[in-house]
């Protein structure tokens, strides 16, 4: 609320800057990508095809994450521009005032914190996981090189999709429905569980890759991404899309680079 007006004056910006950053993050992701798909060949799994070229995976997510990437723009910044969400810290950059007027470093850092804590307890939880209830692993993953590069990729689209396009939608839709002119906390917690559920069912096909799904590895996938997809959902709606990027990021560091949930 703190500088709605900013938010609306300077949304071309906003939403330029937005899609060019969502294109990147999904351009990041191609390493890792092949290196799943290379993993998946070597180890005899059928029907996974690998181009040969990196630069034909490049034109092709290029692509489509620009079509995509405006889509997701469009819903965050126009569609549910009542739900008072957003890109508030992009929008302050452009209108040339004190950023630290709107968000200061202290939010960033507990923002940091928060994501790292739930970083660790998940990690906590894999270890007990692994020695009452051990998943039956089909392949090796990736290098933790490949899962830093993913860490960034992840961070940014998820944090564009999920939340700036999903979540915000959501929320619009039930506000329409109940016709409020600002969201209340009810509404924005159930856009919040709600987006959670859907970033938790995303990742059961990367799931799928490396772990036979059962019920329960499905459980521990949904549970885990729940947990965590409204830690993400929290940030993003007390603090911006910006920072919510930023703790995804840390946590996935934190989560799979420097822990090793799933060896």
Same mark, same amino acid.
């Given at each position: 609320?703190? =500088?709605?007006?900013?938010?609306? =004056?300077?949304?071309? *910006?906003?939403?330029?800057?937005?899609?060019?950053?969502?294109?990147?993050?999904?351009?990041? =992701?191609?390493?890792?990508?092949?290196?799943?798909?290379?993993? =998946? /060949?070597?180890?005899?799994?059928?029907?996974?095809? !690998?181009?040969?070229?990196?630069?034909?995976?490049?034109?092709?997510?290029? /692509? %489509?994450?620009?079509?995509?990437?405006? /889509?997701?723009?469009?819903?965050?910044?126009?569609?549910?521009?009542?739900?008072?969400?957003?890109?508030?810290?992009?929008? $302050?950059?452009?209108?040339? *005032?004190?950023?630290?007027? !709107?968000?200061?470093?202290?939010?960033?850092?507990?923002?940091?914190?928060?994501?790292?804590?739930?970083? !660790?307890?998940?990690?906590?939880?894999?270890?007990? *996981?692994?020695?009452?209830?051990?998943?039956?692993?089909?392949?090796?993953?990736?290098?933790?090189?490949?899962?830093?590069?993913?860490?960034?990729?992840?961070?940014?689209?998820?944090?564009?999709?999920?939340?700036?396009?999903?979540?915000?939608?959501? /929320?619009?839709?039930?506000?329409?429905? $109940?016709?409020?002119?600002?969201?209340?906390?009810?509404?924005?917690?159930?856009?919040?569980?709600? %987006?959670?559920?859907?970033?938790?069912?995303?990742?059961?096909?990367?799931?799928?890759?490396?772990?036979?799904?059962?019920?329960?590895?499905?459980?521990?996938?949904?549970?885990?991404?729940?947990?965590?997809?409204?830690?993400?959902?929290?940030?993003?709606?007390? $603090?911006?899309?910006?920072?919510?990027?930023?703790?995804?990021?840390?946590?996935?560091?934190?989560?799979?680079?420097?822990?090793?949930?799933?060896?």
């Amino acid at each position: 609320m703190k =500088n709605k007006e900013e938010k609306k =004056n300077y949304r071309w *910006q906003t939403a330029f800057s937005v899609l060019i950053l969502f294109v990147i993050g999904s351009l990041i =992701n191609i390493p890792f990508s092949r290196e799943v798909k290379r993993l =998946n /060949i070597e180890a005899g799994i059928p029907n996974v095809r !690998l181009s040969n070229s990196i630069f034909d995976d490049v034109i092709t997510i290029g /692509i %489509s994450s620009l079509i995509l990437g405006a /889509i997701l723009v469009f819903i965050g910044l126009w569609v549910a521009s009542k739900t008072n969400l957003g890109v508030p810290v992009i929008a $302050r950059f452009f209108s040339k *005032q004190s950023v630290a007027k !709107l968000i200061d470093w202290k939010t960033i850092l507990s923002s940091i914190v928060l994501s790292i804590i739930v970083a !660790l307890i998940l990690l906590g939880l894999f270890e007990l *996981q692994k020695e009452l209830y051990p998943v039956v692993g089909k392949m090796s993953r990736p290098e933790k090189p490949f899962y830093a590069l993913v860490a960034f990729s992840a961070g940014i689209s998820e944090e564009i999709m999920f939340r700036l396009g999903l979540m915000s939608l959501i /929320i619009a839709i039930i506000q329409f429905i $109940r016709k409020v002119e600002s969201p209340s906390n009810k509404i924005v917690w159930s856009g919040i569980i709600i %987006s959670a559920l859907f970033f938790g069912l995303i990742h059961l096909p990367l799931s799928k890759n490396f772990v036979e799904l059962s019920p329960f590895s499905i459980g521990v996938t949904m549970v885990g991404n729940l947990i965590t997809g409204s830690t993400f959902g929290w940030i993003f709606w007390k $603090r911006g899309l910006l920072v919510a990027i930023i703790a995804h990021i840390v946590f996935d560091l934190v989560f799979h680079v420097i822990g090793t949930p799933f060896t």
